[in-house]
């Protein structure tokens, strides 16, 4: 089984116009994606911005629930904070998981928007279950990852698609999403609901 980490990009991203944009941290995703990143079983999660001054925002958090007041008060909130990493760059992120694994990882890709050479959710599933390389699940925020992450991927997932036309999830849904369709433990209950 491959070691599987994620990413939050907060740069490069793209702008409803499509222009390269930086986009701010926030509480809930740092919050959000670390409970479905430890949820899943993932080894880590990067919280990807090149603004130093919101490094700290991130730390203060992380030092909060892993060491501070919220530590006592609910430790499993602790437990999945404490896969949270902050780092400059998707490249500071790929040579940290190089550094720890003695491999570099796989990038696997995700965008609400469908185009050639998608990957399915279940061939990257067989992809994690049979690697030894370690994987790099990157999300965006903003209108989405800005091409130049998109084209140096080695897997673009396929979108998560609804029955309806809407197309609107929010990052944190699609990580949950996401991780479900490459993770979850299939149930040997078929209980109707
Ligand atoms: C607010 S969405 C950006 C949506 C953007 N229009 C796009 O093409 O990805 C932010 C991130 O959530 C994830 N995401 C949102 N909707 C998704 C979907 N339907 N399928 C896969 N990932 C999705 C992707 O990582 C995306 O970069």
Redesign the pocket.
Known sequence: MSTVYCALVHHP?VDRQGEEVTTSVTNLDVHDIARSARTYGLKGYFVVSPIEAQHPVVQRIVDHWCSGAGRHRFPERGEAIALVRVCLSVDDAIAEIQAEEGKTPRLVV????AGPNRTSYAEEAELLRAGSQPTLL????????SDRVLKRADAC?E???GPSNF?????RA?VAI?LDRLFAVKSSANSPI
């Not at 990157?138 to 990852?145: A, E, Q």
């Not at 197309?167 to 990052?171: A, D, E, I, M, Y």
């Open positions: 991203v995700t965008s609400a928007k990157l999300f965006g925020t903003g209108h989405g990852l997932l979108p998560i698609q197309n609107h999830l929010s990052v699609a996401t």
